[in-house]
């Protein structure tokens, strides 16, 4: 069964939940974020509605549903929102991490309420138009939706300071996204010189006929956009800034689920559309993405503020990510999906756990902090728990997706492969590092105030629920893999039909090159509705 | 094959698992403390009842059928573009030995701590731990393939990095506890990359298919050799070999018995069997096979002599660990698979007698390790001072203790080896003679000659809860010899002859190291000289420490603190800051003055004419 209209509905409840909730603050002192929990809970019974899909082992096909209605006819430009197995998993984090955030975050806005939870909300209907976006228009439209409102509550709501982080994150996110707009038309542009027909539509797109010149600069533009959000060396040093200042809301949405879509683009548009400059490209991309994994480890290690530290560790994290998807293979490609959500997991709830503590001490400094496990016996564990994920053990899905990605691309780059391994070491370093700078050794002076509370009831909640999801996905991970096959073997398949052609332009006997993937595509319809 | 019984072995690494999932979820049900006694029965029985199924699933499939194996498969644990994974069980005879060691002396050794904890705020959260390494160190042994051994070796890391650090609040502790996570991550790195080497060239992961497909291998082929290599890059870390060993001394900071079970019986052994079960990679390189041997042979010889000088009780049973296991390294490196597997077995017995008796000793002395302060405690604590006495015996391999059977056919294996006199039998002989030395010399000082300053406020700390286990240890550890296990169906037969005055060396060489520790300990023990260099060295174990610190640890915090304001953030700040300078200059040139513009206006247009008038 289709529900074609799922799609845009939970985008709309995610919009007008955003109003209601700025409305209802004006009415009731704390009405907003009940306002927020509903309209997110509704959002995820309607994501819900794809359970079949993803439980029904027999599917075929990669597209669950889509919908696509005329927009702007004259450039060819649609509202074309499409879900499948890759878009289900990152919709259920995003809505999961949005309701984590919020449960994590329950009572620390204590001004501007509405107005806070509107942007929550608004960022997040971005995030699910990004995943579900076929039409690059419409993509680049939801794209820029989800960093406004971020901006603003870095701005309003962070930390000390705030404006810096805040401007730091509007010009590296606008000026790589002007990029990628760039690229985008130039991309629509030649493919109409060559076809005759103004189309953003993906589908039409991955036909496009580029010189492989142009290929390459066309990749460039998505990549160093898709590069800055991930974040990948060079492009990171938003993130510090950006992750530490954010409110403890705003680094779980940042971090759990925006950095993904910098991922998502990657596999989404920069590998399938430019198949043979992504595989000119891949050698420094995965380069850069080891890199990034030991330089990450090694910043994170030096840092003296908690919650900078762990949001060095993302950029380790995220080279993982960046690594395994220019390795070009299932396996790594596969890990990399896995590291996605793995790392959303594990760092939204480290950034929760940082945040706690913020709360009660007052403090982000691992100096001033020490010896908590005494007064806070149950939140030390937690932090042991997702600390011990974080350097990647075994039985955690973290593991399973560095594992993945490093076993896959040791096929494509031995020494790359070997740097990043390297990774492994450092972030056992500042994992543990963290453990004994804020929780073991002698008590200190700060927490002896004897105000200390131990997680309550919500939190521990909260953060146990994403606890089980990565022992799950450690010990389980089968089903993630099966959802996300057809998206990763898309990907693959125009990757490899370019190899063929590459090695058809050098063996001179070739003939026909038919892009089998065609068949794979929901079909275009202007009315709206129904793929096959 | 399908058989009953089957089911049993699922349950075994469960069990503790479950035992530690209780645990630490007592807080998440109430704020109240759970009671010791109740602690301990889940702690001590969980591993207790998987002790009582392990010798269960030998009574009905093993005993009497040397060439048994089982294979028990619970779930497909994923399957990727290739790469398949079950999270599935393998037992041959050499599982089962090691199952019977870990769950039978992790038993005795949970049972020892529940007397030896007593009072210990953290109760809980020791069993807890010590639970949860019992599953890990299970599923080690028990994986059919090498990531889920992967899985139960990180796992083991983790809980012996936790129990390390137990006593949490002395910063020491949680320094020694992660230079142990650290330094065996290093090795574990080169082992992960092995397994990526294997799975490019074998495409499997899976033990069994990758020795299958290995009987068709080229021998001494560079990728083998490489993989074999990194394998024993693994190894070393875990097992405290060389150049990896400096973790395991430091790893004393944790509760004794945690370093009787981990740092002594088990976990270190993970990379002797880690080798076992993959002998026949090893076998296909005469590289890695001559490595593993040096590295046996050297850290036999290293750490012997540096537990020849310490001072601290715990310590010397520390460096006698790393010589130990080098000689099951040597064992290994000589093709002498079950006669690395046998000390492993008897190594374990005696090994943790020690530990639990020196933990014994320290809390009768009230928490005193020098050694120096200690002196003729035989009289105070003769129970501690019998059991302590077969441990030393079984350590020197006297005659008829379980250690001169182990270790006797592995200097025999050494010896046929190379078919005649070799340096790494003799390596094996003089470390004889040095763990003869070292041994007695500890329990000289202990427990002979003048009291020290310590051994008057002894009183015998032996709980009933702790006797058991010591008695039921040293019977091991004495009887162990007769317990050799039937792997030749996994390894091959062994055999071989050496001449007479070979056997006769090998069996007086401790003989000769004892009467030196007489001499030393009893008729020379003047007092303390200033110590010489060689003591100096070999008391800090041969200077690693230094080296590494000096080489690679202050370079790498000095180059991450240097950087901590991250050098590519100035590129972008200083971007920020040219742009401003800019906007400055600019700036400037816009001061309301209608001279100043007019004479730009003219500066401009003259140059802009003269540009034409040049074009």
Known sequence: MMLSITLPAIIAVLFLGGILAWLAERWKDGASRWVALLSLLLASILLAGYWPQFTDASRVGLWWDSLQLSWIPRFGITFFLALDGLGFLLLALTLSMGLFGLAATWRDIDFRRGFFYFNYLWTLAGVVGVFTAMDLFLFFFFWEVMLVPMLFLIAIWGYEQRLYAAIKFFIFTQASSLLMLIAIVALVFLHYNASGQVTFNYRELLAAELSPTAGYWLMLGFFIAFAVKLPALPLHPWLPDAHTQAPTAGSILLAAILLKTGAYGLLRFTLPLFPEASIAFAPVAMAIGAVSVVYGAVMAFAQRDMKRLVAYSSVSHMGFVLLGLYALNTIAIQGAVMQMIAHGLSTAALFALVGALQQRLHSRDMDELGGLWAGLPKLSAVALFFAVASLGLPGLGNFIAEFLVLVGSFDSGRWVTVVAAIGLIGAALYALLMMQRVFFGEAKKINTDGLLRDLNGRETVALLALAVGLVFLGLRPQGVFDTAEPAVAGALQRIDSALAEKSRDAVPLATSNAHSTEARWPHSNPEGGISP | ?615
């Open chain 2, 1 to 615: 094959m399908e058989e009953t019984g089957v089911g049993i072995v699922g349950w075994i690494p469960l069990l503790p698992l479950l035992g530690f999932l209780l645990l630490i979820s007592v807080p998440l049900v109430s704020d109240r403390e759970l009671p010791e006694k109740a602690t301990a029965i889940i702690g001590v029985g969980s591993v207790g009842l998987a002790a009582l199924l392990t010798g269960l699933l030998a009574a009905t499939h093993f005993a009497g059928n040397a060439g048994a194996t089982l294979a028990v498969s619970l779930w497909q644990w994923l399957s990727v573009g290739g790469l398949q994974l079950g999270f599935d069980f393998y037992l041959d005879w050499l599982t089962l030995v090691m199952l019977s060691v870990v769950t039978g002396v992790g038993f005795l050794i949970h049972l020892y701590s529940a007397g030896y904890m007593r009072g210990d705020s953290g109760y809980r959260r020791y069993f807890a731990y010590l639970n949860l390494f019992v599953c890990a160190m299970l599923l080690l042994v028990l994986a059919d393939n090498l990531v889920l051994l992967y899985l139960g070796w990180e796992g083991v890391g983790l809980c012996s990095y936790l129990l390390i650090g137990f006593w949490y609040r002395d910063p020491a502790n949680g320094a020694a506890a992660r230079k142990a996570f650290i330094v065996t991550r290093i090795g574990d790195t080169a082992m992960a990359i092995g397994l990526f080497l294997l799975f490019n060239e074998f495409a499997t992961l899976n033990i069994r298919e990758l020795i299958g497909a290995l009987s068709s291998a080229q021998p001494n082929d560079a990728t083998i050799t490489l993989a074999a290599l990194l394998l024993l890059g693994g190894a070393v870390g875990k097992s405290a070999q060389l150049p990896l060993q400096t973790w395991l001394p430091d790893a004393m900071a944790g509760p004794t018995p945690v370093s009787a079970l981990i740092h002594a019986a088990t976990m270190v052994t993970a990379g002797v069997y880690l080798i076992a079960r993959m002998h026949p990679l090893f076998v296909l390189s005469e590289t890695a096979m001559s490595a593993v041997a040096i590295v046996g042979a050297l850290t036999l010889l290293l750490a012997g002599c540096s537990a020849l000088v310490q001072s601290d009780i715990k310590r010397v049973l520390a460096y006698s660990t790393i010589s130990q296991i080098g000689y099951m390294f040597l064992a290994l490196g000589v093709g002498a698979w079950s006669g690395a597997i046998f000390h492993l077995i008897t190594h374990a017995f005696f090994k943790a007698l020690l530990f639990l008796v020196a933990g014994s000793v320290i809390l009768s002395l009230h928490h005193e390790q020098d050694i120096f302060r200690m002196g003729g405690l035989r009289r105070k604590i003769p129970f501690t001072f019998i059991c302590f006495l077969i441990g030393c015996a079984c350590l020197a391999a006297l005659p008829f203790t379980s250690g001169f059977y182990s270790k006797d056919q592995i200097l025999l294996s050494a010896w046929n080896f190379h078919r005649g006199f070799n340096g790494i039998w003799l390596a094996g002989v003089v470390g004889a003679l040095i763990t003869g030395l070292y041994s007695f010399r500890l329990l000289l000082l202990v427990f002979f000659g003048r009291e020290g300053s310590a051994s008057a406020h002894c009183e015998d700390a032996n709980r009933p809860v702790m006797t058991l286990p010591l008695v039921a240890l040293a019977v091991l550890a004495l009887l162990g010899g007769l317990l050799a296990p039937p792997l030749q169906s996994v390894f091959g037969a062994a055999g071989g002859h050496a001449p007479m005055w070979v056997e006769a060396i090998a069996i007086a060489a401790p003989f000769v190291g004892i009467a030196i520790a007489c001499w030393l300990c009893l008729y020379r023990r003047t007092p303390e000289k200033a110590p010489s260099t060689l003591y100096k060295l070999w008391y800090s174990g041969w200077g690693f420490d230094r080296l590494y610190d000096t080489l690679l640890v202050r370079p790498f915090v000095a180059l991450a603190r240097l950087n901590r304001n991250d050098i590519v953030d100035r590129f972008y700040s200083g971007t920020a800051a040219a742009s401003r300078q800019l906007h400055g200059l600019i700036s400037l040139s816009q001061n309301g003055q209608v001279r100043w513009y007019m004479a730009t206006l003219a500066v401009g247009t003259i140059l802009f004419l003269a540009l034409l008038v040049a074009l």
